[in-house]
């Protein structure tokens, strides 16, 4: 990602490195969806404890890249600059195949309903075109 990328998606979302899985931004429609890439670092230090001798890539961060996903087709909608997304709930996670080091995850999430400060996502990840991972993705606006 360029400097001036990085700097787009770090006006949207909160989140920086090493919490930040954003390479690239392919897409954003602003309140409807979004798709991202994210190139998984061969010496990401979670590898060192998550199956060492067969390192993947942990469900949760597959679950995160989403979630990050869909907060950038949200907080991307005129207003929301500077606002936060919280993750509040996920449905129907799914895990499909193992992301291995090296490998670039493509996200995409679409917003599938809003409702005052609640909203939910649909997404899914997929390797090289294989699905890797799905899940619904709620997130709310604080107070």
Do not use: W
């Not at 067969?54 to 949200?74: F, H, K, N, R, T």
């Amino acid at each position: 990602m360029t400097t001036d990328e990085q700097r787009a998606v770090e006006q949207v979302l909160p989140h920086r490195a090493p919490f930040l899985f954003v390479s690239r931004c392919l897409l954003v429609n602003p309140g409807v969806n979004a798709v991202i890439e994210y190139d998984v670092p061969e010496d990401l230090p979670i590898f060192k404890g998550h199956f060492p001798k067969d390192p993947v890539l942990p469900g949760v961060l597959l679950v995160e890249i989403l979630a990050q996903c869909a907060g950038l087709a949200y907080l991307s909608q005129e207003g929301m600059q500077g606002k936060v997304a919280y993750l509040a709930g996920v449905d129907q996670a799914r895990f499909r195949r193992p992301v291995r080091p090296g490998e670039t995850v493509r996200a995409e999430a679409e917003i599938v309903s809003l409702k005052r400060r609640i909203g939910r996502a649909v997404g899914k990840a997929y390797v090289g075109g294989e699905e890797a991972a799905s899940a619904t993705i709620l997130f709310a606006l604080p107070g």
